[in-house]
């Protein structure tokens, strides 16, 4: 049967030079999640109304401390993430090759451990309940998905299965087989459609009054999205999680639903944390 394939656009991973430095798609797409989550965040905390009683768990200042957490939080779980749940054999017998992000190899399920802890040590030091700076951080982490599944599809990595679908498209480096642009799936329901879910959580159903409920939500939401794309997108070769027709990114999902559903039952048998309790 014949399909209509969409041309792989001629897109150069690199972004732009300056001298020597040549600057990637691929760090701007972090570097891009990281900044409009931080603006996104402050915007957040400026709006008291949407916090337990009234009040944003910290103030306005901290969100540049936050900032750089989260950085450290989401850089070092990533790759640390990338190197021991999917090329742990490469890495320790080349251990020199771990710090050199630049050639790629971060995986989100490590960065949301790294993150985890970041929170919880930035939550300690200031203060602040550690469930609404989780929320806080989940209505921004949509953000930086979106970003980064774009520089995945810019690099021409991490396609998708062969398939006969008329928007298949021929990834340069692949097979030549025709394959779903399983990126633009991941980036559309893990970054677009999750933070469109969560901004109508936090502003139309009050969900931040309820510490906990936007953290799971986004928890089990991106475990269901990832691991409906998983179904679209090549599996690992030769990962040892890889059975039939699911994956390691399906199997590392689910912990994360079940964590995330835990979560929101917790949160929701607790009353609204509004400022009408607040004297209760």
């Known amino acids: 049967m014949s399909i209509l394939l969409i041309p792989f656009p001629d897109l150069n991973p690199v972004a732009f030079e ?11 797409a972090y570097l891009s999640g990281l900044l409009l989550g931080w603006v996104y965040v402050k915007w957040l905390l400026k709006q008291d109304r949407l916090w337990p009683y009234g009040k944003a768990p910290f103030g306005l200042p901290k969100a540049d401390d936050l900032l750089l957490y989260m950085t450290i939080g989401v850089l070092l779980g ?15 017998a080349n251990p020199l090759d771990i710090p050199q992000v630049w ?94 879910v969560l901004l109508y959580m936090t502003h139309a ?6 510490p ?11 475990g269901l999205a990832r691991s409906t794309c998983e179904f679209f997108r090549e599996p690992d070769p030769g990962h040892w999680l890889t059975l039939g027709p699911f994956t390691a990114g399906i199997l590392y999902s689910l912990p994360m639903i079940a964590a995330g559903v835990w979560a929101i039952v917790t949160a929701l048998r607790q009353p609204p944390q509004d400022a009408a309790n607040a004297a209760r």
């Not at 300056?18 to 701007?28: C, R, S």
């Not at 990533?78 to 320790?92: K, S, W």
């Not at 970003?147 to 990595?157: D, K, S, T, V």
């Open 18 to 28: 300056i001298g020597p430095l040549a600057v990637k798609w691929y760090g701007l």
């Open 103 to 196: 050639h790629g190899g971060m995986a989100f399920h490590g960065a949301l451990l790294g993150s985890i802890l970041a929170i919880v040590l930035f939550a300690r030091h200031n203060g602040a309940n550690p469930w609404s700076v989780l929320d806080l951080c989940a209505t921004a982490t949509p953000m930086g998905l979106f970003f980064g599944r774009l520089a995945n599809f810019i690099n021409g990595e991490l396609w998708g299965r062969p398939t006969s679908v008329q928007w298949a498209m021929i990834f340069p480096g692949s097979d030549g087989q025709p394959r779903h642009p399983s990126q633009l799936y991941e980036a559309t329901l893990e970054g677009l459609v999750l933070f469109l």
């Open 212 to 222: 906990g409920l936007i953290g799971g939500t986004f928890m089990a939401g991106y």
């Open 78 to 92: 990533g790759r640390m993430g990338y190197v021991l749940f999917y090329e742990p054999a490469h890495f320790f």
């Open 205 to 210: 159903r009050g969900s931040l009054r309820r």
